[in-house]
């Protein structure tokens, strides 16, 4: 009876210790689509959309660095889709980038660009005028002449600026962020949005909270993102002009439901600049910064994961329901069958 005991006060210790441990699963895939942005492109008259630089124009720079960056993603990371909103060198319309993004519920939005200077305004004198004035009325009225500077006035291409620069949303206009991710669900357009998609709400106090609070980890996963890029464009030697916020004239990174960033990836109204940016060499390593940049960017957001066998408390199963509703909604607008 006492070996009985005795057997049975040795297990118990160890069958608690194995019974308070559930199986962690494995982590999830932080970053299942990924969307590639060539900037600018061919109009339908054929002319250039983007900036010019002496001989080369921002839209084929654009179209061969995405290229290149589309082809290594797929290579370094076989399990994550790329989805390209530009995959000819035809112009693609902003709102369609935006929404091709959307609709294939991409993870992160990369936009390609490159940068340019305006002119330099100069002058430069090349006579003078004689013009008459008077003064005085009457028998004082007096008649004067005066010499007047003649200018032609001239633009040179501003060559001095260098260096990289990548843009996020800003933060300090949250709130139209807020309202272009809820815009992205058609819902918002559609009297029968209920029956056709049940108690999702667009414009009741709850999906609106949670618009909120997906676009403050949009911008902080942007934001992380940005500058990832620009510390790997530091490493090559580039010239970085660091992580920016900008809010006007970048529908793409407004519109687009999950993190964005827009990279310009140097000056084409520099010599020096433009003969890298249309080098190969050139063109593959911005491609490899970025890439290693995506590297670091996963490796952040898997540790940002949190396992379940220690979190299963009312946050986690907060954000859970919050990413999942949102996801509802964007399904929506997809078009995709519930999950």
């Not at 890029?229 to 529908?251: L, N």
């Not at 066998?309 to 399904?331: C, H, M, N, Y």
Request: hydrophobic fraction near 35%.
């Amino acid at each position: 009876m006492l070996k009985k005991i005795f057997l049975f006060c040795s297990v118990l210790p160890i069958s608690a210790v194995l019974t308070s441990f559930r199986p962690v699963p494995p982590a999830q895939q932080v970053l299942k689509t990924v969307i590639i942005d060539a900037g600018h492109g061919i109009m339908g008259n054929g002319h250039h959309n983007g900036a010019k630089g002496t001989y080369s124009y921002e839209d084929d720079i654009c179209l061969a660095v995405a290229k290149k960056l589309v082809a290594q993603v797929k290579q370094e990371f076989p399990d994550i889709k790329v989805i390209e909103t530009r995959p000819t060198e035809e112009i693609v319309d902003l709102r369609e980038r935006a929404n091709i993004a959307n609709r294939n519920r991409g993870d992160l939005f990369i936009s390609i660009h490159v940068n340019a200077m305006p002119p330099l305004q100069r002058r430069e004198l090349v006579g003078y005028r004689t013009e008459v004035y008077y003064t005085g009325k009457g028998k004082k009225k007096k008649k004067h002449t005066t010499k007047v500077p003649q200018y032609h006035y001239y633009e040179v291409p501003n060559t001095n600026a260098k260096g990289t620069q990548t843009y996020i949303w800003g933060a300090h206009k949250a709130e139209d962020k807020e309202i272009a991710v809820r815009e992205n669900a058609p819902m918002l357009a559609e009297e029968n949005y209920k029956e056709k998609y049940g108690e999702i709400d667009p414009n009741s106090p709850e999906f609106i909270a949670l618009s909120l609070v997906k676009t403050k980890q949009f911008g902080n996963r942007s934001a992380m993102l940005s500058q990832m890029v620009e510390e790997q464009f530091s490493k090559v030697g580039r010239i970085s002009g660091g992580s920016m916020q900008r809010q006007v004239g970048i529908w793409v990174l407004q519109a687009t439901a999950m993190p964005s960033v827009l990279v310009e990836t140097g000056f084409i109204t520099n010599p020096q600049e433009e003969a890298y940016l249309n080098s190969e060499s050139g063109q593959v390593e911005i491609s490899n910064c970025i890439t290693k940049a995506l590297h670091n960017y996963i490796s952040w957001l898997e540790k940002k994961q949190t396992p379940y066998s220690t979190s299963t408390g009312p946050q986690r199963k907060s954000e859970a329901v919050i990413d999942e509703k949102f996801l509802q909604a964007l399904d929506h607008h997809a078009g995709i069958s519930p999950r």
